[in-house]
């Protein structure tokens, strides 16, 4: 649940709506999870509900199903082959356009939805802008079949994701190590867990972001891969 009054939600919401003005009529967009793509998806309902004309998928059953109580004509992302534009959140995002995403859990469907996407756009209040990515925990997505050994083939400083004393459970049907990773060398990093057999995503996003819109105290600045910050 967002407050309007609290001064991140304040941000979340301006970064939002900022990402949501590129939005054009007729494009197909990708909608992401976490508490401030959800102030994205109700901007976007907003102007859908101005006559706006555009279709969405969604990277997790929580943001389809506000999508779809906004009247956002949702598609089956299964049938999708190209996606315009993909809108999403950061639990850390950096200068090089370098991000942690995760904490909600949906990053393997984030990653595969941004890959799709001709362009991928990051939102997020300022607590999220880092100097260099790296404090966050690094979710990874395990095949729970494998978890003893994959736990054990990430290193002492992962942990199994718990809800109600359980493990976490994605949309995929599948379990969440939180790792703590030395991110001196992110790309290192992230093709080391690309090697292992199990692993089947994680929350290091290095080539996807293509901009990021980020609002610190109201003031909203934007990042992009190949152009000047504004
Ligand atoms: O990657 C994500 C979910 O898998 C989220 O985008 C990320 O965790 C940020 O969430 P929030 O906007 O709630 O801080």
Do not use: C
Request: hydrophobic share 50%; charged share 25%.
């Amino acid at each position: 649940m967002t407050d309007p009054a609290d001064p991140a939600d304040f941000d979340k919401a301006a970064a939002g709506r900022a990402a949501v003005a590129e939005v054009q009529d007729g494009m197909l967009v990708g909608l992401g999870t976490g508490s401030t793509a959800t102030q994205a998806i109700r901007a976007l309902g907003a102007r859908v509900a101005q006559g706006l004309a555009v279709r969405a998928v969604a990277t997790s059953r929580a943001s389809e199903a506000l999508a779809r109580q906004l009247g956002i004509v949702m598609l089956d992302f299964a049938d999708v082959p190209r996606v315009d534009l993909t809108i999403d959140g950061a639990d850390e995002i950096d200068d090089r356009l370098y991000a942690v995403k995760g904490a909600g859990g949906a990053m393997l469907r984030e990653k595969v939805v941004a890959a799709a996407s001709d362009r991928m756009v990051v939102i997020a209040d300022g607590s999220k802008r880092v100097a260099t990515i790296g404090a966050a925990r690094v979710p990874v997505e395990i095949l729970p079949f494998a978890h003893a050994s994959l736990m054990a083939a990430l290193g002492e400083g992962a942990v199994l994701r718990m809800q109600a004393n359980a493990p976490y459970l994605t949309d995929n049907g599948n379990w969440i190590a939180d790792g703590r990773f030395d991110l001196h060398d992110p790309v290192e990093t992230a093709a080391w867990l690309d090697t292992i057999p199990g692993v089947l995503g994680h929350g290091l996003f290095l080539t996807e972001v293509d901009g990021a819109y980020i609002a610190d105290a109201g003031v909203v600045s934007r990042l992009e891969r190949d152009g000047p910050s504004r």
